[in-house]
C-alpha cells in the first residue's frame, strides 16, 4: 500500500511570542489548529522570547532588553539556515525590526514559499504614538520588500490591499476575526447596577482613549458611570477616576464582558489609523456591547451606523451616544444583539479559516 502523504510544514516568523498581542493572536494565531488538522505542521520562531515580551514596553530594563535583542538576531540567523526545509514560510510584519530588509532578502532567498501578512501601516515614516528613536532605527522598507517578495499578501484592511497591490497581484484582505465560541455575551442589559463604559487596548494606543476627557468628564456631571480600562495598568484620566486593569490572556474575555458600552476613539488626521481593522470594536461587539466608534477607516466596515453600533466624528455626537445608551437598557440590547449577530457572520473563526486554508494550500502546491 502507499504510504500516507506527509504533511506539510509551515514556519510562522513573528515578533512576538504566541498568545500574547493581538494582532497575532486574533488574527492568524487562532487558526493554527485548523490547519494542523488539514495537514500542515506548524512551527512558530518568534524575535522576541517570553523573557523579553514581557519587559520589552516598560520603562527602563536596558541591558536585558539588548540581551534580548541580541537573541532575537541570533535566532533569526538559525531560521536563515532552515527555512529551505519548510514548505511555506509565514511571516508576520517584519523577520528582524532594525535597519535595511537584509534578513528578509535572506529570508526571501532561502525560502521555498512565502506569505507575507500585515496588519499596520509600519512602513509610515511619522507614527505619532512610535518612540522617537526607535523610530529611526526601525527598517521601514521591510514591509514593502516583503509585499514585493511574497507569493502571497494577506492584508487586514481595504486599505492596506490597494496598498500590497501596487507591489503583488496576489493579495487577499481578512480582516481580525474573533473566537465566538470563547467570547461569549454575559450582559444583562440593565441599569441597576452602575454602568461601566469599556475601553481596551495597548499602553501606546490609549492615548487615543484621552480623546474623550472632555466628553467624558461633562458626562459624568450628568449621570453615574465606570470607566474600565483593560491593557494599561498606569492610565491615568485628569478629572476622572478610571479602574484600570493590565491585560493577560486569562482575565481579557472576563474583563471585557463587564463592559456595558464599549469605545473606540481614533484620531481623524492621522493615516496610522487606516491600517486599523476595527479589532476593539469586533471584540465588543462579539459580546453583544454596544459599541460607539470614531467614523474613520474600516470602521463603517465593521459597524453599520445606528444598527449594531454608532460611528461618530464630533465630541457632540460622542456625548449625545452615550447619553442615548446609558438611558436606554432596551437599544443597549437591541444594539447589541445585532452586533454580535454581525460578528457571527462575517467576522467569525468559523467563517473565515477557509480562507486561510486556501491561500495555504494554493502557495504551497504552486
Known amino acids: 500500500m502507499p504510504s500516507a502523504e506527509k504533511n506539510k510544514k509551515i514556519l510562522v516568523i513573528c515578533p512576538h511570542p504566541e498568545g500574547y498581542v493581538p494582532g497575532q493572536r486574533l488574527k492568524y494565531e487562532q487558526y493554527f489548529e485548523h490547519w494542523r488538522q488539514n495537514g500542515f505542521d506548524v512551527e512558530v520562531s518568534s524575535f522576541m522570547s517570553e523573557s523579553m515580551q514581557k519587559i520589552v514596553?516598560?520603562?527602563?530594563f536596558l541591558f536585558p532588553k539588548l540581551a534580548g535583542t541580541i537573541y532575537g538576531y541570533y535566532n533569526r540567523i538559525n531560521d536563515i539556515f532552515r527555512v529551505s526545509s519548510y514548505d511555506?514560510?509565514?511571516?508576520?510584519?517584519?523577520?528582524?525590526?532594525?535597519?535595511?530588509?537584509f534578513s528578509e532578502w535572506l529570508i526571501h532567498k532561502c525560502s521555498k514559499k512565502i506569505i507575507y501578512d500585515i496588519d499596520d501601516l509600519v512602513f509610515l515614516k511619522n507614527i505619532k504614538h512610535e518612540n522617537k528613536i526607535l523610530s529611526y532605527l526601525k527598517g521601514k522598507n521591510k514591509p514593502l520588500f516583503m509585499m514585493k517578495k511574497a507569493n502571497h499578501v494577506i492584508a487586514c484592511t481595504p486599505y492596506l490591499e490597494n496598498i500590497a497591490k501596487k507591489y503583488n497581484k496576489n493579495v487577499t484582505d481578512i480582516s481580525s476575526t474573533i473566537n465566538t465560541e470563547a467570547y461569549l455575551p454575559l450582559n444583562s442589559y440593565s441599569n441597576n447596577d452602575e454602568i461601566i463604559i469599556g475601553w481596551s487596548g495597548s499602553h501606546s494606543t490609549s492615548q487615543y482613549l484621552k480623546l474623550l476627557s472632555k466628553v467624558l468628564i461633562e458626562l459624568r456631571?450628568?449621570?453615574?458611570?465606570?470607566?474600565?480600562?483593560?491593557?494599561?495598568?498606569?492610565?491615568?484620566?485628569e478629572g476622572l477616576q478610571a479602574e484600570v486593569y493590565p491585560w493577560t490572556a486569562s482575565n481579557e474575555i472576563a474583563l471585557l464582558q463587564k463592559i456595558d458600552i464599549g469605545v473606540y476613539p481614533l484620531p481623524l488626521n492621522e493615516e496610522w489609523v487606516l491600517g486599523k481593522s476595527g479589532l476593539k470594536a469586533l471584540q465588543y461587539m462579539a459580546l453583544g456591547i454596544p459599541t460607539i466608534a470614531t467614523d474613520v477607516g474600516c470602521n463603517n466596515r465593521v459597524i453599520t451606523n445606528g444598527i449594531d453600533g454608532f460611528l461618530v466624528s464630533t465630541e457632540f455626537e460622542w456625548a449625545e451616544?452615550?447619553?442615548?445608551?446609558?438611558?436606554?437598557?432596551?437599544?443597549r440590547q437591541a444594539i447589541g444583539k445585532k452586533a454580535r449577530e454581525k460578528v457571527l457572520t462575517r467576522f467569525s473563526v468559523n467563517v473565515n479559516q477557509s480562507k486561510y486554508l486556501e491561500i495555504l494550500e494554493n502557495v504551497s502546491n504552486c
Open 57 to 60: 514596553y516598560k520603562k527602563g
Open 88 to 101: 511555506v514560510v509565514y511571516v508576520f510584519l517584519w523577520v528582524t525590526p532594525f535597519g535595511l530588509p
Open 221 to 237: 456631571k450628568k449621570v453615574k458611570f465606570k470607566l474600565l480600562v483593560i491593557g494599561d495598568e498606569h492610565f491615568e484620566m
Open 321 to 331: 451616544k452615550l447619553e442615548y445608551l446609558i438611558a436606554n437598557p432596551l437599544a
